[in-house]
């Protein structure tokens, strides 16, 4: 059975400049500290961290959403992408980000959220507080 998880985190910039930097491979290297090349257009490819993670855009609403097909060399062969939707909702002290990720294989649910937290919220909260 696939399983679905959903992650939120608030950042103290304006969801503009949230949205550009998710869509820019120079400014999302920075803030995963590590390797990002993305095609920032629907039907555009996106690599992250060589490779470990790949798929496609799908649709870009500029600054309130994203939605994406998402893999990682976690995933078999066989099973499907897993959805992306990253939402961005302006607050009061900044931007909260709201990631849906669904379809993603069974057993690794709690690894992705556990990795959306450490590997890309962590690191976003210094990168977008200095």
């Known amino acids: 059975m696939k399983e679905t998880i959903k992650v939120t985190a608030t950042f ?12 820019n491979s120079q400014k999302h290297s920075h803030f995963i500290d590590g ?8 039907g555009g490819q ?6 470990y993670i ?9 600054y309130k959403r994203i939605v994406q097909r998402w893999r990682t060399t976690d ?3 066989n099973d499907p992408d897993s959805n992306l ?3 961005f909702e302006k607050v009061n002290n900044g931007t909260k980000i709201i990631l849906l990720h669904s379809n993603i294989p069974e ?11 450490e590997y890309y ?3 976003m909260r210094k990168y977008f507080s200095g």
């Open 107 to 117: 057993g690794q649910g709690e690894d992705y959220k556990k990795g959306w937290k």
């Open 12 to 23: 103290p910039v304006g969801p503009k400049k949230l949205y550009k930097a998710w869509l």
């Open 75 to 77: 995933f078999n062969k």
């Open 46 to 51: 996106f690599i992250i961290w060589d490779g």
């Open 54 to 62: 790949k798929g496609n855009t799908d649709t870009l609403q500029p």
């Open 35 to 42: 390797n990002a090349e993305i095609d920032p257009k629907p």
């Open 85 to 87: 939707e990253i939402s």
């Open 121 to 123: 919220f962590k690191p």
